[in-house]
């Protein structure tokens, strides 16, 4: 019996992108609370409270990935990767609690909305709309890698649709004097983040309860290592990640007879590599059905 490993290097996303990122919306939040106080707009505010999650989120992305880059030590062998599932998993539940805040304060103001001032309202949107663009855009390349980058940007993302609520409100109550307009935008953005946020919760939980992966299919990964020449069987087939970045295989292999374990396990390793870029595999080999021994010893 025989085992194999093979290690892969997950990507960094570029960390430069969300330090300016927090930059800008940290910087810009201020300016945001006061005008929101100044105009009396809850679509103002509940603007500021998105860009209040967005500097958190990004503060709490940028620590993760930094603690993520720490080496494994005999603590924790697989180093720290994981810290970065559970900071996307934090900005999403502040997520829910200030879209759940934002719905509450919005019903309250459209049984008695309260006066706004819409021209400090749309000058404070514009620039908050200029900020989001450009925070967005120095996120954009890392999303597709890291749940964590990914649920920074969505922040700054839902953040962005806010601002332009917030200006098609301020000119609505400009012309209009609707001013219950200013409401229900804030309650239209906290319904429009909601399903995105559950589903940023959802991808983090899978990967916290080691679900397979997005995009690997396990009845593909197992019929194309079953039919290696020299493999009879596959068995405990384990495929997870430790990070969004970084899928993980574990399996064992039963050859056929007179088939040597090194050629197969490197003949397997390329496979996982090759079609499914799975490169942190551990592969045992073993001559017989190692399942067959456990029930006989009532193992499971």
């Known amino acids: 019996m025989a085992t194999g490993h093979q290690h892969g290097s997950a990507r960094t996303p570029n960390a430069r992108a969300l330090t300016i990122a927090l930059a800008l919306t940290g910087t810009f939040l201020v300016a945001e609370v006061i005008g929101g106080i100044l105009t009396g707009s809850l679509a103002l505010i509940s603007d500021a409270a998105h860009m209040l999650t967005d500097t958190i989120g990004l503060a709490v992305a940028l620590a993760a990935m930094k603690i993520a880059e720490r080496p494994a030590d005999t603590r924790r062998t697989f180093g720290y990767q994981r810290f970065e599932i559970l900071a996307a998993a934090f900005n999403a539940i502040i ?56 649920g920074a940007y969505l922040e700054v993302w839902s953040d962005m649709l806010g601002s332009l609520g917030v200006i098609a409100a301020a000119i609505l109550i400009w012309l209009t004097g609707w001013v219950w307009v200013d409401a229900l935008v804030a309650i239209g953005i906290g319904l429009w983040v909601l399903p995105r946020t559950w589903g940023l919760l959802k991808e983090t939980v899978n990967v916290l309860l080691e679900g397979v992966p997005d995009g690997v299919d396990l009845e593909a990964v197992a019929s194309a290592l079953k039919t290696l020449p020299g493999v009879r069987d596959v068995h405990d087939l384990h495929i997870w990640a430790l990070s969004s970045d970084s899928p993980s295989l574990s399996a064992h292999l039963v050859l056929a007879e007179g088939n040597d374990s090194d050629p197969v396990r490197r003949a397997a390793a390329d496979v996982l590599d090759q079609r499914f870029h799975i490169t942190h595999v551990t592969l045992q080999t073993e001559t017989s059905d190692c399942r067959q021994e456990r029930e006989k010893h009532g193992l499971h």
Do not use: H
Not at 96 to 122: C, D, H, N, T, W
Not at 123 to 137: D, E, F, P
């Open 95 to 150: 997520l829910f609690a200030v879209a759940g805040y934002i719905l509450y304060e919005g019903y309250k103001r459209l049984v008695e909305p309260p006066q706004v001032q819409s021209v400090g309202m749309l000058a404070v949107a514009l620039l908050g709309l200029a900020v989001n663009l450009i925070a967005m855009r120095l996120l954009d390349a890392g999303k597709q890698t890291s749940l964590n980058v990914k």
